[in-house]
């Protein structure tokens, strides 16, 4: 199995900063990796795919890097709906997806 | 508009069971493979179990394996997840996640239903 690792677990940034969390594998991914995001009492929602692809409607805020083991995302410029928790996942050894334990983006 | 509506949650005891269903909508529900993932109270998102777009390919992950059988009717666009020998440690808000690729392999989740809450308790 697959273990996915994120840092930080909680992350404070004041509006307007940029927010860089990692996540990363415990084996190759490649690029087979996924970032959610999820506010309190909602499903999670797709942010970005394929390790640096947004999903449909995604703000060009959001964005992913990195490859095999490593991997980043950025958002550029906290908006106050951006604070939330984040989830990445590999969906390279489909079928056992695995997630990573979140990071917690709040307000400093 | 793609909508994924689960149903079915409630409060069991330990060692019941308890079926939950999901409703798509607004995509060619045939065409794609779909998912189920829990989250526990306060925890992360673990996924559950997957089925190819066909029907014919199920996985699971271990902790359910054996316990839980998923399936579709896509003649319904409804997915189900049937649930046996409930623990307690099954007590989670149950998702219905949509795969995002229609090709044949497995892909990241594009859309997730509000999911539904089962706790396993005496």
């Known amino acids: 199995e697959i273990v996915m690792t994120q840092s930080p677990a909680t992350l404070s940034v004041s509006p307007g900063e940029r927010a860089t969390l990692s996540c990363r594998a415990s084996q190759i991914v490649k690029g087979n990796l996924a970032w959610y995001q999820q506010k309190p009492g909602q499903a999670p929602r797709l942010l970005i795919y394929g390790a640096s692809t947004r999903a449909a409607g995604i703000p060009a805020r959001f964005s992913g890097s990195g490859s095999g083991t490593e991997f980043t995302l950025t958002i550029s410029s906290l908006q106050s709906e951006d604070f939330a928790v984040y989830y990445c996942?590999?969906?390279?050894?489909?079928?056992?997806?695995?997630f990573g334990p979140g990071t917690t983006v709040d307000i400093k | 508009e793609v909508r994924l509506l689960e149903s079915g949650g409630g409060l069991v005891q330990p060692g019941e069971s308890l079926r939950l269903s999901c409703a798509a909508s607004?995509?060619?529900?045939?065409?794609?493979?779909m998912n189920w993932v829990r989250q526990a109270p306060g925890k992360g998102l673990e996924w559950v179990s997957v089925i190819s777009a066909s029907g014919g390919s199920t996985y699971y992950a271990d902790s359910v394996k054996g316990r839980f059988t998923m399936s579709r009717d896509n003649s319904k666009n409804t997915l189900s997840l049937q649930m046996t020998s409930l623990r307690a440690e099954d007590t989670a808000v149950y998702y219905c996640a949509k795969d995002r690729y229609s090709g044949g392999s497995f892909d990241a989740f594009d859309f997730w239903g509000q999911g539904t809450m089962v706790a396993v308790s005496s």
């Open positions: 996942q590999q969906y390279n050894n489909w079928p056992l997806f695995t």
């Open positions: 607004g995509f060619l529900f045939s065409n794609y493979a």
